[in-house]
């Protein structure tokens, strides 16, 4: 029986108790009040038993639960770290291919260059036009 009504059943004892005329006391039966007593007795210790279960099944609970965290917590850093790795490399490919090509492009673009690119004038051309003027 539950601890909680057996206590219930003590106070429905002294409430319901006759009173002793012209003082605050009351009559009880003293075997009723051993009787709920020895069963206060009987069930505190189970429930005890139980409520210990409980705490333990609560801490191994939690205990689990910090380990599959910490345990998704490294998964998660260890990917973080694969993709931060994967993006510098893809960003000192691109970084390596943009400056090769921009070697190239100012090659191209200097005067003096031999990789001119553009119309060119001709010589004839240019004396031409000076002439004419």
Known sequence: MDVLVLIDKLDDLVHNAKAVPLTDQVRIDREEIYDILDQMRATIPEEIKQARWIVKERQEMLAEAKRETDRLLGEAREQAVREASQT??????????????????????????????????????????????
């Open 88 to 133: 510098e490399i893809v960003r000192s490919r691109s970084g390596r291919r943009r400056t090769s090509s921009t070697r190239r492009a100012g090659r191209r673009g200097r005067p003096g260059s031999r990789w001119r690119t553009g119309p060119t004038r001709s010589c004839r051309h240019s004396r031409s036009t000076s002439r004419s003027s």
